[in-house]
Structures are given as structure tokens and as C-alpha cells.
């Protein structure tokens, strides 16, 4: 178990002058998945709400600049180098990401000099210059709780940095209760120095679209289906729905969104319609006119696509393990054993079955986003930043 100091060195500050803060963009220059949203989220509220009181820098893995670096041009492009990553033997694998690093990690070096405070929100902090206060934000610790379940070349280039790197952390942001008391419990990180500063949705963005068209080249959605959103991660189990929708006697597809991930789990049953990646208003339209979502993972650190989905109207059917009932409360069907099939069938037979269930849950699942804001988050945020340097 990793033992973290609980003390901070004084470094008084002028109330006068902009804390200068240097962040790792590069998750804004991927495909827009957890983290890059994370990134863009916050930090248009934290220029909006202290651009008087911050002055921020984008790192995006070659330069810093006072904008956030923009998406990729070509997403297909951008998805099909990660798929060919992933498919590398591992020792290969790992090698590219190694270069990368390096490469990155010097050119931030220099960039970074004269910055009072550096904000990771991605595997884990580089070596910051001295002098400048690393605050760390941590999504999830299934690279430890679940190695089995990532990329071996993933783990291995986690267990190299992860640990050393997160000692020089000042402060710790976790996105969940969950992954808090996580890191006190693995990491063996005092309490005190974690500060739970959950994930949001955005209502311009994610908010019920009945009316919304969907139309998807060579693909054909019929009137009801559910919706599965996020990567083919084996520990997303999203190779359990396809074997539960055959048990439940239902005529209703499963359609799925995102990349195609690394997971060799064996499919059985219908196959699933497969949109690939999509953009906000697609899938906030998905949302909108699904049966639920369902979202059986044995592990989240938050569990964006479950507060989305409730935010759009959508019925949830996910599992009762990690964070995710700190995120859908009393808004969603919650499965046991997410990993049985039989169960899952079960459930699935009562949300489709139940027009009343699922008005209900759609109610109550507005409710449930509604706690949920990118405001709040902004604001214990810069909180922490001024803890961290104090």
C-alpha cells in the first residue's frame, strides 16, 4: 500500500494575482469520450466563473496556448490509429507508448516553468517543474482493481509512472464517493487530501428529444430498441446483453455506441446494431428515443453515460456495483448480478413490458440529473486549486 504524506509546505499567495494554471488538454485533442468531456466541461465553467482569478494554459502534448486545443479533424481517422494501438502485440504496443510519453513529457517540462499549479486529469501526472503544485484528478483505479480486464501494454505503462508520479500530488480530485474512499482504502492517500468533485451532464446538450430525427448511413433503427453507449471494455459487460435479450423472449434489438474496444469476450444471440462513435446530438437523440439504456458494468468511476441518459429521459437498467448507484439513486433498475444473463433477461422483460415503470423511471431520472452540475463541480474545483496552494 502506498503511503502518502498529509502535510503541505506553506506557499502564501497574493490575493491580487492569477494563479497560473498549466492542465494536461490532450484528452481534448482525441475523440470527445469521459475524460476529454471532463476536461471541456470544467474548464468552460472555470473560465467563465474565475477567468478574473485564473490564468490557464492547454497543454495539448507539444505547446501550451490560452485556448483548449480543438477535436480531432478526421474522427474515423483518429479511431482507426487506437484500434491499430490496441491490436499491437503488447511489448510494441507498449513501446509507442513510451516514445509518446517521453516525447510529451519533455516538451511539458518546458512549458510549465513559471506556472503555479499543473491539473492532471488523465493516467497520471509528468514530472512538473519544481516549483509547481501538481493536483491530480483520479476517474478510476480498475488499472489496479481490474489489470485483467486492460490491455496488457496498458498496465504495464500504468504500474511504471502511476504510483511514483501520484506521490508528488498535492491534492487529489476523485469524480465519485466511490473512487474516494478507494483511494484512501488502495492507495492508502489521507482523506483530507481528496476532494470529491463529481462528474455532470450539459442541458444544452442532454435534454429529451422525442422529436429528434435518427438517421444513420445503412443503418435502420426500428421503433424500439435498447441503447448500450461506451467502449467494448470486457469489464462494461456488454457481451451479457445480446445472451439476456435472447433468454427474455423479446423482439427488440440491442444498438450500441462507441468504439469497438479490446474485449475477446464470446458474443452470443442477435447481433448488436453497431453505430460506432457518435457525436452529442445523435446520441442525445439515441437517448431520447431508447427503451432504457442498459449499462451492466462490474465497474465505474462515475458512469457518465447512466447520468446522460437520465438527463434525455431514458429509462436505466445498470448494476447495482461501484459508483454506479451513487450516480442513478433512486431513478434506475439496478442489476445484482450484472454478469448473469438470466437477471438481466428478467429486467429487461419488466422495463419493456411496463410503459408505467418506465414513465416513472423517466421522471425520476430528470429528477436525478438535475443534482448534477458542471457549476458545482467548477466551484469545488478552484476551491481545491486554492487549498493546493496555501
Known amino acids: 500500500m502506498q503511503k502518502f504524506p498529509s502535510g503541505r509546505r506553506r506557499h502564501p499567495q497574493n490575493p491580487m494575482k492569477k494563479i497560473r494554471v498549466i492542465v494536461n488538454a490532450i484528452p481534448l485533442a482525441t475523440v470527445n469520450t469521459g475524460i476529454g468531456r471532463y476536461l471541456r466541461c470544467l474548464y468552460e465553467q472555470l ?44 511489448t510494441a504496443a507498449l513501446a509507442v507508448r513510451l516514445a509518446r510519453h517521453y516525447q510529451r513529457e519533455s516538451a511539458f517540462r518546458k512549458a510549465a516553468k513559471g506556472y503555479d499549479l499543473y491539473h492532471e486529469p ?29 490491455p496488457k501494454e496498458r ?6 509512472f502511476f504510483h511514483k508520479r501520484a506521490e508528488r500530488a498535492v491534492h487529489f480530485l476523485a469524480v465519485s ?28 446538450v ?54 469497438s474496444g479490446w474485449s475477446q469476450e464470446r458474443m452470443e444471440g442477435a447481433a448488436p446494431i453497431e453505430l460506432g462513435y457518435q457525436g452529442d446530438a445523435a446520441l442525445a437523440a439515441l437517448y431520447s428515443r431508447a427503451e432504457a439504456l442498459v449499462y451492466p458494468s462490474i465497474y ?20 447495482a456495483l461501484s459508483s454506479l448507484p451513487e450516480v442513478g439513486g433512486d431513478a434506475a433498475v439496478y442489476l445484482q ?17 411496463d410503459a408505467g415503470l418506465r414513465e416513472a423511471m423517466r421522471r425520476r431520472g430528470l429528477a436525478r440529473a438535475g443534482m448534477f452540475s458542471w457549476e458545482e463541480t467548477a466551484r469545488k474545483t478552484f476551491a481545491a486549486f486554492e487549498a493546493s496552494l496555501s
Open 47 to 90: 473560465e467563465r466563473l474565475y477567468g478574473d482569478r485564473l490564468e490557464i494554459g492547454y497543454f495539448d502534448g507539444r505547446s501550451v496556448s490560452a485556448a483548449a486545443p480543438a477535436g480531432p479533424s478526421n474522427l474515423g481517422r483518429r479511431s482507426r490509429l487506437t484500434s491499430i494501438l490496441w491490436k499491437l502485440p503488447p
Open 122 to 150: 488523465a493516467f497520471f501526472p509528468f514530472a512538473a517543474p519544481d516549483g509547481v503544485r501538481t493536483v491530480f484528478t483520479v476517474h478510476d483505479l480498475s488499472l489496479i482493481t481490474f489489470p485483467e480486464h486492460h
Open 155 to 160: 498496465v504495464r505503462y500504468f504500474n511504471m
Open 177 to 204: 464517493a466511490f473512487t474516494k474512499a478507494e483511494m484512501v482504502s488502495i492507495l492508502g492517500i489521507p482523506a483530507g487530501k481528496i476532494t470529491v468533485t463529481h462528474n455532470a451532464h450539459e442541458p444544452e
Open 206 to 259: 442532454f435534454h429529451p428529444r422525442p422529436e429528434a430525427s435518427l438517421s444513420f448511413p445503412g443503418v435502420t433503427l426500428p421503433e424500439r430498441f435498447f441503447l448500450f453507449v461506451g467502449t467494448n471494455d470486457p469489464r462494461k459487460n456488454m457481451h451479457v446483453i445480446p445472451k439476456a435479450l435472447a433468454q427474455s423472449g423479446l423482439d427488440i434489438p440491442l444498438a450500441t455506441v462507441g468504439w
Open 300 to 319: 465505474e468511476g462515475f458512469g457518465l453515460p447512466v447520468l446522460e441518459a437520465m438527463a434525455c429521459g431514458c429509462p436505466v437498467v445498470t448494476s
Open 337 to 353: 448480478q450484472p454478469s448473469d444473463p438470466g437477471e438481466m433477461a428478467g429486467v429487461l422483460a419488466r422495463v419493456a413490458g
